[in-house]
Nanobody, 126 residues
Framework: QVQLVESGGGTVQAGASLRLSCVVS????????MGWFRQAPGKDRECVAS????????QYGDSVKGRFTSSRDNAKNTVYLQLNSLRPEDAAVYYC???????????????????WGQGTQVTVSS
């Protein structure tokens, strides 16, 4: 059974940093396409970062490029999302997910991910 558990969210002031973790069980992350999404109230789920199989190539959404960094620790089977220079508009529930796409492909569409964590709340005050 594949499970993803996020942690690390919280309430911070604008300009602060957080590091989110996603511990995966039942699937090796080095053999998976991993995505980080966020969803604010009334908005669609948005892919903010992804990390691919193998060497772990990362991609980022335009709204977070230069501020967020995704990484992984294969030994711990854990994916991380470092959030720097947080803004009030970054406030959302953040999810990690495993993509259901052919090896070598990439995607940022939520419909292409079939395993999801429960989410962790990030709140940013101005």
């Amino acid at each position: 059974q594949v499970q993803l558990v996020e942690s690390g969210g919280g309430t911070v002031q604008a300009g602060a940093s957080l590091r989110l973790s996603c511990v995966v069980s039942g699937r090796a992350i080095e053999n998976s396409f991993m995505g980080w999404f966020r969803q604010a109230p009334g908005k669609d789920r948005e892919c903010v970062a992804s990390i691919s199989w193998g060497v772990g190539t990362t991609q980022y959404g335009d709204s977070v490029k230069g501020r967020f960094t995704s990484s992984r620790d294969n030994a711990k089977n854990t994916v991380y999302l470092q959030l720097n220079s947080l803004r009030p508009e970054d406030a959302a529930v953040y999810y990690c997910a495993i993509g259901n796409i052919p090896y070598g492909w990439s995607t940022s569409r939520a419909v292409d991910f079939n395993y999801w964590g429960q989410g962790t709340q990030v709140t940013v005050s101005s």
